[in-house]
């Protein structure tokens, strides 16, 4: 158990269907991430809150929407999605004050 | 912005042999390195990190070596295990002391074979 959970673990998604992903850390960290992670790829970094303010988006679709309510609780909202968006898709924290991440186990994504 | 290069992107090694997985940087500026292990259906953990200001970091079987000059950085396990099985990620990036992506190399498949 790293401390950052990710529900739910599967998905199936139609292209119509809107649907949201949640992360919740229990480690008193100030700063979350959504990375995706596509076969043979690195990892991509979608989006970074810190203290609850957005501080990256890098250039991600805006059928993708974060919402970070407080520093514990992360989503990511889901809409008319694509087959290529198929992915792993990671939650992370960090204390804020270091770059060491902590990672969650994934949400697996199968877009239809 | 930075870029990290990895190889190789699948190695096999012998049950008690090394193995050795290189990255490479592309920004001088970078200066913490993390090296994370993904077991199947788990999300990255972080097995060990090295900041610029130094050379050469170990815990236990796993050692982690930084060259600034040539901007590369490796990882080095000794006496494989089979429980080493995993894909292997490296990043870098600036640490200022607050939130900051970390750039992700495309990882490495090791198979440690009984």
């Known amino acids: 158990e790293t401390g950052v959970t990710q529900t739910p673990r599967h998905l199936v998604m139609g292209m119509t269907n809107k649907k949201s992903l949640k992360c919740e850390q229990h480690?008193?960290?100030?700063?979350m991430y959504w990375y995706k992670q596509s076969a043979k790829k690195p990892l991509e970094l979608m989006f970074v809150?810190?203290?609850?303010?957005?501080?990256e988006n890098n250039s991600v679709p805006s059928r993708f929407s974060p919402e970070c309510p407080n520093s514990s609780h992360l989503f990511l909202h889901l809409h008319t999605l694509q087959p290529e968006d198929s992915a792993l898709y990671l939650c992370?924290?960090?204390?804020?004050?270091?770059?060491?991440?902590?990672f969650g186990a994934g949400t697996r994504l199968s877009v239809l | 912005g930075e870029n990290v290069e990895q190889h190789p992107s699948t190695l096999s090694v012998q049950e008690g042999d090394s193995a050795v997985i290189k990255c490479t940087y592309s920004?001088?500026?970078?200066?913490?390195f993390p090296w994370y292990k993904q077991e199947l259906g788990k999300g990255p953990q972080l097995i060990i990190d090295?900041?610029?200001?130094?050379g050469e970091k170990k815990d236990q079987r796993i050692a982690v070596t930084l060259n600034k000059t040539a901007k590369h950085f490796s990882l080095h396990i000794t006496e494989t295990q089979p429980e080493d099985s995993a894909v292997y990620f490296c990043?870098?990036?600036?640490?200022?002391?607050?939130?900051?992506?970390?750039?992700f190399g495309s990882g490495t498949q090791l198979t440690v074979l009984p």
């Open positions: 090295i900041r610029s200001n130094v």
């Open positions: 992370a924290s960090s204390p804020g004050t270091t770059n060491i991440q902590y």
């Open positions: 990043a870098a990036t600036f640490d200022s002391g607050s939130a900051r992506q970390l750039t």
């Open positions: 480690l008193g960290h100030n700063a």
């Open positions: 809150y810190n203290f609850k303010e957005q501080t």
């Open positions: 920004d001088s500026a970078s200066n913490y």
